[in-house]
């Protein structure tokens, strides 16, 4: 539980896990000792099928086509890698996170100059009339956040699904700081790919996330360069191994028990509280966050907040100085590090840039705490 003095908004790194699902964990621990070894051989049969379709439901996904495994950047490498870029064209959207740029620059052959950012307009949002432009035969791929880690900003991922893109070209949408406060729907964003970790917004488990692949990119794919039998399957005539042709090809071979059981728990939490309750409280502690920044002199970085993140630019303060600031007054916010959206020139270089993510166990308080704590 969030100890009193410590004021915790720092959700959209780790998100804070919810007293409700600590229970969770704590009453299937207390069980499998009780019954043991009888609930160790339950355990090892856990029913990973049935986390499987709540998720695949919550993204609008068929369920064949969502896969497990550790981390967001994991999953984004293993399809990404499956996929033949090189020497094509790669459209990017700006605040892509960094280790998927590097990934693409590793990947997608020489030379690199073939990434190319997706056009925007002057608040930072697509243009689409300039993208339908830029997407042509020789585009490998489009990639794009749903909302954005420094910004917070939320793009317009559904127009830009909807543009006209060669069959070969997948939308690929890392959905990171989407899953568990945006609503996802995979058919509606029109996208191929999804990745998105279980620890941030949804408050779920570390070292978990999702992948959706629609069955269209799953057949353009070359075979999953970091195979586990999982995900492959034994052809008698051949004698050799092939993936499986779904998304779970790249499931990985074991998923830990307790984080299904902190996933389920999660998982029922948000559909207690609701999407959109937990929007609406979002959205009045960022403005406010907004609201008071502008009063102090210090800058947003978008007209509105898109999302749970709210982004001030402090012109004045070095990163450590604001850091400390916080440490003083016992808040867990994020100094960001611009290097984490590389390709992202609308971010300011001097000064700091301080992300204050709340989320549900936050109030105006504790907002009202941490704009108090920059004085
Ligand atoms: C937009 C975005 N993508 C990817 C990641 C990396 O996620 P993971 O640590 O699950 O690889 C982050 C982490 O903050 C992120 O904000």
Redesign the pocket.
Known sequence: MQPSDLCYLNN??VGLQSPTVSAHLREWLEAEMAAYPRQRLESAIWDLPTKRTRLATMIGAPEAQVAFG???????AQVVGSLNLAGRRLLIAP???A??VVLLRRLGGAPTRNIELLATDANGQFDPAAIANQIGEDVAAILT?????IEGRRYDVETLGNLPRPAHCPLIV????GLGQSDIDVRRFGCDVL???T??WLRGPRGM?LLYVSQLATAMMQPNPAPELAGLRLNLETQRFDDLPQARRFDASDVSVMNQVALTAAIGELQQITLEQLQGHLTTLTERVYELARDRGFRPLLQHPESGIATIHLPDATPLRTRQKLDAASIVAKVCDTA?EPLNIRLPATGSLLRISPHWHNTLDDIDRVMAALD
């Open positions: 959209a790194s550790a981390s967001t950047s994991q999953l984004m605040g892509e996170w280790s998927n956040p749903l909302v954005t880690s890392d959905a990171a700081q990745v998105a970790t620890r941030k996330a984490a």
